[in-house]
Structure formats: structure tokens, C-alpha cells
């Protein structure tokens, strides 16, 4: 409870509560609570309202003025809730009471027959008391009235004459919804007659609110002829609801004509308030100063509202949120009642993007299930169900607000220009980044500071969009992904990037050894012997990232190796095998075998004399190979629905036909065939044809990767590759798959060499590598390991027996 002489700005709701409780008997606290609250949500006419009752209590029971207008409804909204000792707000000049107020000016009251003021009639010219106006807007007395029929009939012909759609039951019933006396309908037909150009898109100059009322009830009544006025200033189609300079503008050009710096953070903004000395403050001021905190009824501290309820306000962190079982994907989660099906979704849903499963369009999830989700133009094909964007006037919004689509065109038009003109040279990156997958996902990727630098180092850089202008700019994700995202848009021709980033890579390795001569050999080993025999390799397709770290391996083994040589005063051709035996049982030595493979080079190329480093055979697989294991792994995988399809057929793969995290990544819908009523899939040089369920699974993969929620804004449609990456036209990280599949329970490196371990024991060392996609030495040595005798394969097959030919 507050005390009667309590500040009135520090809680002005609960003094004006307990005021009104002291004087009045007869309703109860919380009822006058509610009353109150009704009255007034506002912040600051809670403050005035306190403070003129804290003032002058006895307005409450005399009605007496001056007061605000808010003591008046306060009165009026007391007695109508049942109040017996609160007065009726007194007319200022008869002093009778009143059951409402007629008018209010200069913190006085007026009866309806004071109201009427005194004035010389445009009839008769005598001085008497003016209740009524002519369709011409001139005053009249009650002797004087005239009604000016003629202008109403003038009207309906020239609506009627204007667009055939209306007849004049229409227009009736339109001027009847837009004006609701007599009067009022026959001075709105005299002012449209007078300016017919008011129905036909100079609505902005209406000289009353009731004539764009009268347009858009035309409007609903479905005229054609009939234009809805736009907002002269910003062109857009919004209610005009300010008269500003002799015009109806938009709320939005008249908060943007009135704004002014703020008195507290200088940013220049349309005045929420002024303070007690006219000074300007922002909403944003106003909603964080103190003054205007309330008591949250969760925490019970003094906090900011976030939301009003019937018992209360509520902080952000004690907000109310209804918990609902989601109608979209079965889960029980903080939600609402959709507008477009009445039906629960949750938050996530409510944000969430989707590949349609009708019309495969990537587009906000508003209907259907988390298996058929469905887009706003397949939940309801009528556009008037639904709310347009404010800009481009598309429909399939929920609120009538700019779409995503415009505010990204907005954002990067901010982003890369001054004055909103695109130059040549940023036009296709922005329209690479406005086509590109889902626009909420890149106006998040915006927000990030390094994206906002990048982008703007484009567009000073006044360069046409190349591959040379990205790599001047800091390398990084970011540049990284937006050289994906123009690629993928073909904006720029594809390129190597693993090749690129190890040849940049390989440069700085080099000049960052000291001794000139060091430099040469790092150079002729990673330049001439690697690279050469990468790209000799690659044969112009990309380099995978297991290559491009492979050879990093063994140039840093190489430069460290050499490092090693200069800090002992050493070079290749000084170093004896005692130095070299030194460095291998340092303890800090790293890469052995990719130090042995340097050294053999640098002794075959006569950078050394005289030096043997003992090369490490590989022993076979150092695990145990639990055979029972992987079969238990196989059938919960192919059995367990619960599962990811494409983690399934990553672990099949894996368990069944032991291929590499790296090798499934590289997997695109070329490798899968479907002929004959069957399904292979190339993962060598010759097909293996899939049993089923595993062909099933390939098949669904293949037709539906990504399909559903969309998390980035790639979808299977946009890439062929049978595990699409985050990045737009990559494939998925190998390093990423080989981490989901750990959450499934396998040991990728392990479990891969048991299901090697079965398949050479059962084929041949050539059938294997051409099926799997290994080598054949590879395939010969698991094959001895298994202990498989195939030597006479050959000679067993010439050998057999050949079958009788018919007769």
C-alpha cells in the first residue's frame, strides 16, 4: 500500500488507488484497481492523474474544475463501474453535473448545452448559440439548420457514373459505415463533389477524416475505379491518419518530419514526451527511466514492463508464456494460437523455414506438420486471408509489416551505398545476397560486425567483384562464406579453394624460414614435390581437405626439421647421422614419419649425403575388431526410424561397404544409379548394387536431402551433393559427419576397419579396390591380414568347367 504523501512519480497507479479508496465506501480495492487501470495505461497519465488528485483530493467528491481531462473519465469511469460517493465531473460554466463529457479544454468541462458556443448563424446573421454546421462547414443556429439532400444524390451519380461496380444501395451503405449523422453524410458528399479527384488518388488532400473512410468502405465494396490514397511523402499505401502542412501523411512521415535530437541520448527521433522543461525524450528514454519502472508481480522488483495482464505487469524475464502442445511438431513448448489455423505452434515453428512439401519453395512454415510442412500460399491459396508487406505489397504475411525480402534489400542497400543507387560494381553481390536462400538467416548473418566490414570494404574498394578482390581482404568465415554464397549464385566461376588457401599457406611457410638456403629446399620440396604430385593427382578436380592437410603435415614437419638444423648450427649438407639420430629421440620431435619422408627426400634430391631415417611400416589395425559389434550397429541403424536419414546412410556406408567419413562427404547424386528396378551406388571405379532397406534409404536421401527444416539456406534442390555443407555448393565437413556419427555410438576409424577387415577376407584384392575405391596394394594387404588366399582366383576361374551349350 503507498502513503497518501508518497511522490506521485515513483508508483502513481497505487496512489491513485488508495485515494480513490479513501473516499470512496462502496467498491471494493480491487475493483477500483481495475478501474483504474482500464483508464489509464499510459505511464505518464498515471503520473498526471495522481498528481492532480494528490493535489486537490476533493476533486473525487465535488467534481469541481479545473482538473485534467484524466480526473473527468476517472469520474465518469467510477460511477459507471457502480461508485456512490464519487462525484459527476461539473460543467464549467452551468455547474450542473454531467453523466459524460461533451468537451474539455483548458482543464474545464462542458455540458452538452454548453458545449454549443455562441456565434453570428450564417442563416439569419443574429448571435446565438451555433449547434449545427451546413455541408459547407459554416455554423448554424437550431432555427437555421439546412440539409443539403441534393449533395448526397449528387454523390451517388457521380460514383455510379464513375465505376460501374457501385450501385447506389453500395455507395449508401458506404456513406452510412463513414459517417453516422445526417449532417456529417451530407457535408462529406458536398466535399467530395466539390474535388472529385479526391476518390481518384488525391485522397491525401481530403479536408476530413470521414473521406478516407468513405474510400476504403468503397473499396470493400468493391470498386474498381475508386484509388486508396498513398502517403505523398513516402508513396506508401498506409493509413493516413496526421494532418501535417495542409496534407494526410502516414504516422511513420510524421513521427520522421517531427524528429528531433533527444534530450538525454541525442539520437534524433520522433518525441515519445517531453520533460518538465519541453525537452524532447526518445521512447527508448522513456522506457528506461527509472520513473517509469512498475512492480513486476513475478520477481516483485521495480523492473521495465514487458507485458500487461489482468493481475498485473510482468518484467521481460516473468513474462507469462502460455505452454502449448504444438500442432506442427508434437512438442509441448511456450506458444500461442496461430492466426492461420487456430491451432497451437510453438515459438520455434512460428520462426522456423521450410522446404514446402507441395510446392518446394523455401518459405516460413505456417501449416502442416514437421514431415509436410506447408508454405502460407499452400495453407490457404487466397490472397485477401492474408497481410501484405508494406513495401512491395506481396501478400502471404501474417502482419501487415515489411517482409524479410525488403528489409534485407533495405539492410544491404544501407550496407553498400550512401544514398540507396547501387554502383556497377556491388550490383550482383547484392543480387547474389538477396536471391540466396533464406533472407532471415542472412539479415542474421548481417548483424555480425566482421560481415559489416567486409561488405563495406567492397564497396569502397570500387573494383569490379572478382576472386583478386576478396583474397585482399582479411581472411576469414566470413569472406569465406560469401565467396561460397557468389559462387554458388555463379557470380564468380568456381575455384579450387583448398588448392588456393594450401598454395597462400605454402608461401608464408617459406618466407618465414630466415636462411635463404632453407628457403629453397622448403620450396622445392612443397612446391615441386607436392603440389606437383597433388595436382597431378586431382586432375583439375577440387583437392579434398584430407589432401590439403596431408601435405601441411609434411611441410611443417619439413620447416621444423629445418629450424631444428639453424638452432644447432646445422644444414642439410652438414648434418651427420649422430645429428640426426639427435633429433629423433628429442622429446619435442613431431611428424616423424613426415620428417622420414623429408630427409629420404632430401638425400635422393643430394640436399643431404649419408643420412637413413627408419621409415615405420604400418603393423595393421591396432584395435580389436568385434565383428558381432558391427552387425548390432547395422540392424539398430536400419531399424530405428527415430534417426536422421542421412546419418543412416552415412553409417551403412561405413559399416557395410567401410568407406571414409571423407569419401561419403564427397558423395554426390551422380554416384547414385537407379536402373532396372534397382539401386547402385559408385563409390569406386564399378558400382555396388544396394540390398534393400539400404537402397531404400539411398533413395530417400537422394530425393528429400534437406527437405523439411531448412537450418541454412541451401536445400538438396540447390546442390548436388548427397550431403549438402552449411556453406551454399560445399559439401558437409568431414570432421562434422565423423562427429555425428559418434552420437550414434560408432567408432568411425575402428569400426571401418572391422568392415575392411570382413570384405577382404570374402573378395579379391582387385574386386575390392574397384568397389570401394582403394588402392589396390591397400586391398592386398587387409587381404593378408585376413588371411584370404586369392592368389588362384585366377587359374581357378580359367579352370572351371564350362556349362553344356544347348543343342
Not at 499505401?237 to 535530437?261: D, F, K, N, S
Request: proline share 7%; glycine share 6%.
Amino acid at each position: 500500500m503507498t502513503a497518501v504523501g508518497a511522490d506521485p512519480g515513483h508508483d502513481p497507479l497505487d496512489l491513485t488507488v488508495e485515494l480513490v479508496c479513501r473516499a470512496e465506501q462502496y467498491l471494493s480495492r480491487d475493483e477500483i484497481h481495475r478501474v483504474v487501470t482500464g483508464l489509464s495505461r499510459d505511464r505518464t497519465k498515471q503520473r498526471r492523474l495522481a498528481r492532480a488528485l494528490a493535489a486537490d483530493p476533493a476533486l473525487l467528491i465535488t467534481g469541481q474544475p479545473p482538473a485534467p481531462k484524466a480526473v473527468a473519465e476517472l469520474l465518469v469511469a467510477l460511477r459507471a463501474a457502480g461508485a456512490r460517493a464519487i462525484a459527476a465531473p461539473r460543467c464549467d460554466r452551468c455547474g450542473r453535473f454531467q453523466s459524460g463529457l461533451r468537451r474539455w479544454q483548458s482543464s474545464s468541462f462542458r455540458c452538452a448545452t454548453c458545449t454549443a458556443g455562441r456565434g453570428t448563424c450564417a442563416g439569419c446573421g443574429c448571435r446565438r448559440r451555433l449547434p449545427y454546421r451546413d455541408s459547407e462547414g459554416h455554423p448554424r443556429c437550431k432555427g437555421c439548420r439546412r440539409d443539403d439532400t441534393h449533395a448526397v444524390d449528387e454523390l451517388i451519380l457521380l460514383l455510379t457514373a464513375l465505376d460501374p461496380a457501385l450501385t447506389r444501395t453500395s455507395v449508401q451503405t458506404a456513406l452510412g459505415r463513414a459517417a453516422s449523422l445526417p449532417s456529417t453524410r451530407q457535408r462529406l458528399a458536398r466535399q467530395i463533389v466539390n474535388q472529385p479527384d479526391l476518390l481518384t488518388g488525391a485522397g491525401h488532400q481530403a479536408p476530413s477524416p470521414a473521406v478516407l473512410r468513405f474510400i476504403d468502405e468503397l473499396t470493400a465494396q468493391h470498386a474498381t475505379r475508386v484509388v486508396k490514397p498513398s502517403c505523398p511523402r513516402c508513396h506508401r499505401l498506409l493509413p493516413l491518419t496526421v494532418l501535417h502542412q495542409g496534407e494526410r501523411i502516414c504516422r511513420t512521415c510524421y513521427g520522421r518530419a517531427r524528429a528531433t535530437a533527444c534530450a538525454r541520448c541525442g539520437a534524433v527521433r520522433d518525441p515519445a514526451v517531453r520533460d518538465n522543461d519541453g525537452a524532447p525524450i526518445c521512447s527508448s528514454c522513456l522506457r528506461s527511466d527509472p520513473i517509469n519502472y512498475e512492480r513486476c508481480c513475478g520477481c516483485g522488483r521495480r523492473r521495465t514492463v514487458a507485458v500487461r495482464c489482468p493481475d498485473g505487469s510482468y518484467c521481460s524475464s516473468c513474462r507469462p508464456r502460455r505452454h502449448v502442445t504444438c500442432s506442427i511438431c508434437g512438442r509441448t513448448r511456450p506458444g500461442w494460437i496461430s492466426p492461420t489455423t487456430g491451432k497451437p505452434w510453438c515459438d520455434s515453428c512460428e520462426k522456423c523455414w521450410a522446404v514446402c512439401s507441395r510446392c518446394s519453395t523455401i518459405a516460413p512454415l505456417r501449416g502442416g506438420t514437421a514431415t509436410a510442412p506447408l508454405c502460407a500460399q499452400c495453407l490457404n491459396p487466397d490472397p485477401q486471408f492474408w497481410q501484405r508487406c508494406t513495401l512491395c505489397r506481396a501478400p502471404w504475411q501474417l502482419t501487415a509489416r515489411p517482409c524479410t525480402h525488403c528489409v534485407l534489400d533495405q539492410r544491404l542497400r544501407a550496407l553498400l551505398t550512401s544514398d540507396g543507387h547501387l554502383p556497377e560494381h556491388v550490383t550482383a553481390l547484392h543480387v547474389a545476397l538477396v536471391g540466396h536462400g533464406r533472407p532471415d538467416t542472412t539479415l542474421a548473418w548481417l548483424a555480425r560486425p566482421q560481415v559489416t566490414t567486409v561488405l563495406r570494404g567492397i564497396a569502397t574498394a570500387g573494383r569490379p567483384l572478382t576472386h583478386d578482390l576478396l583474397d585482399t581482404l582479411p581472411h576469414g568465415k566470413t569472406v569465406a562464406h560469401l565467396r561460397a554464397v557468389l559462387v554458388a549464385s555463379q557470380v564468380l566461376p568456381a575455384r579450387d579453394e583448398h588448392l588456393i588457401r594450401l598454395e597462400r599457406w605454402i608461401n608464408h611457410e617459406i618466407q618465414a624460414l630466415t636462411d635463404p638456403d632453407h628457403r629453397r629446399i622448403l620450396h622445392g620440396y612443397a612446391i615441386w614435390h607436392h603440389l606437383r604430385r597433388l595436382r597431378t593427382r586431382v586432375r583439375g578436380t577440387p583437392a579434398t581437405r584430407l589432401q590439403a592437410v596431408n601435405i601441411r603435415s609434411h611441410v611443417t614437419a619439413a620447416a621444423n626439421f629445418l629450424n631444428w638444423l639453424q638452432t644447432h648450427g646445422l644444414t642439410l649438407a652438414t648434418c651427420t647421422q649422430a645429428d640426426l639420430e639427435t633429433q629423433i629421440t628429442d622429446p619435442n620431435s613431431i611428424y616423424p614419419r613426415e620428417t622420414s619422408n623429408f630427409v629420404r627426400w632430401a638425400v635422393t634430391h643430394r640436399h643431404a649425403r649419408d643420412l637413413t631415417y627408419p621409415a615405420v611400416a604400418w603393423p595393421g589395425p591396432t584395435v580389436a575388431l568385434d565383428t558381432e559389434r558391427r552387425w548390432t550397429l547395422t540392424r539398430r541403424i536400419l531399424h530405428d526410424d527415430t534417426i536422421p536419414t542421412a546419418d543412416r546412410v552415412a553409417g551403412l556406408l561405413l559399416l557395410l561397404y567401410a568407406q571414409r567419413p571423407a569419401a561419403i562427404c564427397r558423395l554426390t547424386t551422380a554416384h547414385v544409379i537407379h536402373d532396372d528396378d534397382r539401386t547402385r551406388i559408385r563409390c569406386g571405379s564399378k558400382p555396388i548394387t544396394l540390398p534393400e532397406p539400404v537402397a531404400g534409404l539411398v533413395r530417400d536421401l537422394a530425393t528429400t536431402r534437406h527437405r523439411g527444416r531448412v537450418q541454412n539456406g541451401t536445400t538438396g534442390a540447390d546442390t548436388p551433393w548427397l550431403f549438402p555443407g552449411i556453406r551454399p555448393g560445399t559439401p558437409l565437413d568431414f570432421a562434422g559427419l565423423d562427429e555425428r556419427l559418434k552420437k550414434l555410438g560408432l567408432r568411425p576409424r575402428s569400426d571401418r576397419s572391422t568392415a575392411l577387415f570382413a570384405l577382404a577376407g570374402e573378395l579379391p584384392a582387385a574386386v575390392l579396390a574397384r568397389l570401394l575405391g582403394i588402392s589396390t596394394d591397400t586391398a592386398a594387404t587387409w587381404q593378408q591380414i585376413a588371411a584370404g588366399d586369392w592368389a588362384t582366383y585366377a587359374a581357378d576361374v580359367a579352370n572351371r568347367p564350362r556349362p553344356p551349350q544347348p543343342s
